[in-house]
């Protein structure tokens, strides 16, 4: 079993911190599913926590229902990461993540994210800062390295171990690939052989198979699994299942139609009918994931673009999906009477 200091984390299969995706309402949805041993919130700045900007504060919020969660962080002055992670506890999150990770110019350009992993004596002192602020957890996700001319990952997850880390999570690029090529997983089998704390594998993990091979290759204890959730919310379920040994069973289209409703209930509920831009596009985002694959979702995806409230996108999903029912339940039948006919 995984265990991240004192918490379990049952199945291991860790939903990834994704800006712009895992937020509360997308965190709990997912959640709903099964599968999810543990999930990780968006990055959050931790100069906007420390400052009281508000989007960050958001952010960070948490829900009373989704137990173990970690809030991950970002940032580069020891002082100001230790501030966060202590406001990252009082708002009840599980374990505070250090992002060594992101790659995009705006974080590493203010030199955080996988721009630490250029310094590893600031990211020490940045491990140290934060776990004497907090009494839950620390870990780290981090990349591979900057570029693979210095793939130091074992390095700086060793550091991380030193200061009183719990548990890494190594996403298997490096800052310079980008999303290109494909995720080494044995090469995170190099910080399983530099650390004794529990280890994520992560990158290009979107089933079982790939479920399986990735934690052979790393010797990883558990997965982080990201982009997969996008085309297939179910791949934490899916693979959860086959590590556990069950079968998986596929959602049916009634049961993917009641888990966006139950979503649309909630965005309601935290937005009020009327949503602003941001959220409207988050709407329309996970609509998408759910009906990915599905006859018809070019259709509604043409047609979700209209959507300006809650309600019109409830309606829509109301529409497509009965629609889509009615159609599967037809060819189901036309399937039986061919059957039929040929015995
Ligand atoms: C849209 C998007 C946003 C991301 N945001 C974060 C983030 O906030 N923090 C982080 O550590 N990694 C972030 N990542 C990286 C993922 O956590 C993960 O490491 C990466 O996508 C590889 O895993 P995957 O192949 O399972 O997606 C993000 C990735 C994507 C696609």
């Given at each position: 079993?995984?265990?991240?200091?004192?918490?379990?984390?049952?199945?291991?299969?860790?939903?990834?911190?994704?800006?712009?995706?895992?937020?509360?309402?997308?965190?709990?949805?997912?959640?709903?599913?099964?599968?999810?041993?543990?999930?990780?919130?968006?990055?959050?700045?931790?100069?906007?926590?420390?400052?009281?900007?508000?989007?960050?504060?958001?952010?960070?919020?948490?829900?009373?229902?989704?137990?173990?969660?970690?809030?991950?962080?970002?940032?580069?002055?020891?002082?100001?990461?230790?501030?966060?992670?202590?406001?990252?506890?009082?708002?009840?999150?599980?374990?505070?993540?250090?992002?060594?990770?992101?790659?995009?110019?705006?974080?590493?350009?203010?030199?955080?994210?996988?721009?630490?992993?250029?310094?590893?004596?600031?990211?020490?002192?940045?491990?140290?800062?934060?776990?004497?602020?907090?009494?839950?957890?620390?870990?780290?996700?981090?990349?591979?390295?900057?570029?693979?001319?210095?793939?130091?990952?074992?390095?700086?997850?060793?550091?991380?171990?030193?200061?009183?880390?719990?548990?890494?999570?190594?996403?298997?690029?490096?800052?310079?690939?980008?999303?290109?090529?494909?995720?080494?997983?044995?090469?995170?089998?190099?910080?399983r052989r530099a650390v004794s704390i529990p280890l994520l594998v992560n990158g290009?993990?979107?089933?079982?198979?790939?479920?399986?091979?990735?934690?052979?290759?790393?010797?990883?204890?558990?997965?982080?699994?990201?982009?997969?959730?996008?085309?297939?919310?179910?791949?934490?379920?899916?693979?959860?299942?086959?590590?556990?040994?069950?079968?998986?069973?596929?959602?049916?289209?009634?049961?993917?139609?009641?888990?966006?409703?139950?979503?649309?209930?909630?965005?309601?509920?935290?937005?009020?009918?009327?949503?602003?831009?941001?959220?409207?596009?988050?709407?329309?985002?996970?609509?998408?994931?759910?009906?990915?694959?599905?006859?018809?979702?070019?259709?509604?995806?043409?047609?979700?673009?209209?959507?300006?409230?809650?309600?019109?996108?409830?309606?829509?999903?109301?529409?497509?999906?009965?629609?889509?029912?009615?159609?599967?339940?037809?060819?189901?039948?036309?399937?039986?009477?061919?059957?039929?006919?040929?015995?």
């Amino acid at each position: 079993m995984l265990q991240i200091a004192q918490i379990p984390v049952e199945p291991r299969v860790v939903l990834a911190p994704m800006e712009g995706v895992t937020d509360r309402a997308f965190r709990t949805l997912i959640r709903s599913l099964g599968g999810v041993g543990l999930a990780v919130t968006e990055f959050v700045s931790s100069e906007g926590l420390t400052r009281e900007v508000e989007s960050a504060w958001r952010m960070a919020e948490l829900d009373p229902d989704e137990h173990p969660v970690s809030i991950q962080i970002y940032g580069r002055d020891p002082a100001r990461m230790a501030q966060a992670a202590r406001h990252c506890e009082s708002l009840g999150a599980d374990i505070v993540d250090i992002n060594l990770g992101c790659p995009s110019k705006r974080v590493t350009s203010g030199c955080s994210g996988s721009a630490l992993m250029k310094e590893p004596e600031l990211a020490r002192d940045i491990f140290h800062a934060v776990r004497d602020a907090i009494t839950v957890p620390m870990t780290v996700k981090m990349r591979l390295g900057w570029c693979d001319a210095n793939l130091n990952a074992p390095e700086i997850a060793a550091r991380a171990e030193e200061a009183g880390a719990s548990m890494v999570a190594v996403h298997g690029r490096t800052r310079n690939q980008g999303y290109k090529g494909s995720a080494r997983w044995d090469e995170v089998g190099a910080v399983r052989r530099a650390v004794s704390i529990p280890l994520l594998v992560n990158g290009d993990i979107v089933d079982p198979a790939t479920a399986r091979a990735a934690l052979a290759a790393s010797g990883a204890d558990g997965v982080m699994v990201g982009r997969a959730v996008m085309h297939d919310p179910w791949a934490l379920r899916r693979i959860a299942d086959d590590v556990a040994g069950v079968p998986f069973r596929e959602p049916t289209l009634e049961e993917r139609h009641a888990v966006l409703q139950a979503y649309l209930d909630r965005v309601t509920t935290e937005h009020g009918g009327e949503v602003d831009r941001r959220t409207a596009g988050k709407v329309k985002q996970v609509i998408a994931y759910f009906t990915k694959h599905l006859h018809n979702c070019r259709a509604l995806r043409h047609e979700i673009n209209r959507i300006r409230t809650v309600d019109d996108a409830r309606r829509l999903v109301e529409a497509f999906f009965r629609a889509t029912i009615a159609e599967d339940r037809e060819a189901t039948l036309q399937l039986h009477e061919l059957v039929a006919a040929r015995a």
